[in-house]
């Protein structure tokens, strides 16, 4: 049996670095994760810096309490990358594992943001203490997309501003901005400069938002507060676009703004839904193909580009 194999085999592993059990959503697959496999895991593997367990419904927060180090057990304190997506696990364990492993960078789990929103909200609970605990974590992709979700409170997006200072990747769902609609709203311009404020290392930036806010003085303020020297993909676009629908007041001169000013820029668009002409994308195209840049620009109506980019 493969859990036994495993289960024998782990304790020799103890250099170990990367470890997959993911099951790739199969109904049958090899190997499979469970409790017992992560007890060993936790007892053998210290130098364990990914750990793959996606799509594993027998692997609980019961479960990952083995990787904590303990009297007991070494643990797996340089733990980085950990993969819990289609786990059954709750917010309150990943809250938990957080806590105990500030090294963490990726935590894959739709409910990040849920999880961090309890370290901020509950901070008793999980450092046992009477002050406020100031985190300050590693975690580069904070996501909180997963469809169930309702809302996300503002308390999250403040407690990443302040707690996750790598931040590369933030994705929330339905953000509550009181009476206002995000759709509309000039107060959207405000919100993103202010999660754009602190993420130096922002590699990817999709705004898509129906404001007339949007703007180029927008993306001139938002380059003087933030340089975005990392960004690889900006993309601007209005969500159900229709061919009605307003289009962004990006123009002509945005477009060169961004790829003067962003030296590791890739992806930009969508310039069907921006203020420019399509002599003026045939341009941008040639001048970009005339000097090399590795630049894609998109310029589309469809609504959706590919998985990769929405």
Known sequence: ?????????????SHLTHLNLSTNRNKI???????????????????????????????????????YPSDTRIGCA???KLFIQDCSIEPEDVAMLIHFFPNLQIVGYKELGTSLQMLKSQPRKFSWKRRRYQYRLKLTHVDNSLSRVQRCDGDVVDFVCESCPDLENLKVLSIRLGHDELIMSPGACDIACFLIQPAKALQELYLLVRSHGINHTFVVRLLEINPLS?????IADAPRRTLAAPMLELTFETAYLVINNCPSIQLLGNLICWSVTSTQVAELRAVIRMCNYNLTVIHTQSNKLNNKHF
């Open 230 to 234: 990392k960004l690889k993909i900006l």
């Open 29 to 67: 697959t090899f190997p499979s994760c469970s409790t017992e496999i992560l007890q060993v895991v936790g007892c053998s593997c210290p130098n364990l810096q990914l750990l793959d367990l996606n799509h594993n419904n027998r692997v609980t927060g019961e479960g990952l309490l083995y990787l």
């Open 1 to 13: 049996m493969v859990e036994n194999t495993l289960i024998k085999l782990l304790p020799s592993l």
């Open 78 to 80: 340089k733990l980085e």
